[in-house]
Structures are given as C-alpha cells and as structure tokens.
C-alpha cells in the first residue's frame, strides 16, 4: 500500500494530511510565459521549491535550445530552496550552477527570455552566492 505524501511550504515531505502540508502543483509542463508567471508568485510566496518544480517541468518539456535556460532557472530556485532550509554552501553552489547554466543560455540567446530578465538574475544569483559564503543574507532574487 503506497502512502501519499504531502510537502509543506519548504518542500519537505510531511504526511498528505498534515496541516503544514501545502496544495500540490499540477505535474506537466506549462506554456513558457505562465510557467514564469507562476514560478514568480511561488517565489514571492517563499516558495521556491515549488517555483523549481515548475520551472523544471518547463526545462524538460523545452526544445533543446531553452534547455539550459530553464535548468538554469530551475537550479537558481532549487539554491535558494537550500538556503531556506539552512544549507549555505549548498545554496551558494546551486545558485552559481544556475546562473552558469544561464550563461551558456546568454551566449546563443542574448536579451530577455519569456519575460525574464536573464542578465538581471545572472547577476543577482552570484550576487547572492558571494553574500551568502561571507555569513551574510544577501538581496531577494527575483525572476
């Protein structure tokens, strides 16, 4: 017999009927410009497990040359997903894959993706990264 788990807000699971547990994401991929406009809110919201999620479904439903955009995207959510549930170096790690990730994006897709200002979040995810292994917070990072 399979349980059902549920995730709370960090996106640990916990039992499917536990108050902390969190209305789940639908699993398949949405269009690009609504995958954005909801990783955005699961941000906003402290989210960003969540954001990944649908920033990752959006990556592998993608044509091979967004992929990186969206596993970058995806991966700056999972780095900050690690800071919020207290693992620095994993966090900083993360953040600075994704924002690698993006580069190789910029490098054949320069500009703004769906919305996204990619050389913005670039900039903040390393931003954030460097804050982060000198003991400090660092800015929000925003899509």
């Keep these: 017999m399979s349980v059902r788990r549920g995730r709370d807000a960090a996106g640990r699971p916990v039992p499917a009927d536990s108050p902390e547990a969190v209305e789940p994401l639908p ?27 649908v920033l990752e479904a959006a990556w592998k439903a993608a044509p091979a ?15 900050l997903t690690h800071l919020q549930r207290g693992n620095p170096v994993g966090g900083a790690r993360l953040l600075r ?19 996204v200002d990619v050389d913005r979040v670039v900039r ?12 400090e917070p660092g ?5």
């Design 139 to 143: 800015p929000a990072l925003e899509l």
């Design 65 to 79: 040359e967004e992929r990186a955009l969206w596993q970058g995207l995806a991966q700056v959510c999972v780095g």
């Design 27 to 53: 699993e398949e991929a949405l269009p690009p410009v609504e995958a954005v406009a909801l990783a955005r809110d699961l941000l906003a919201r402290g989210r960003p497990f969540f954001a990944h999620d």
């Design 124 to 135: 903040s995810a390393r931003t954030r990264a460097d804050a982060v292994e000198a003991g």
């Design 97 to 115: 894959r994704g924002a690698d990730r993006l580069d190789e994006h910029r490098a054949t897709r320069p500009g703004p993706a769906y919305g």
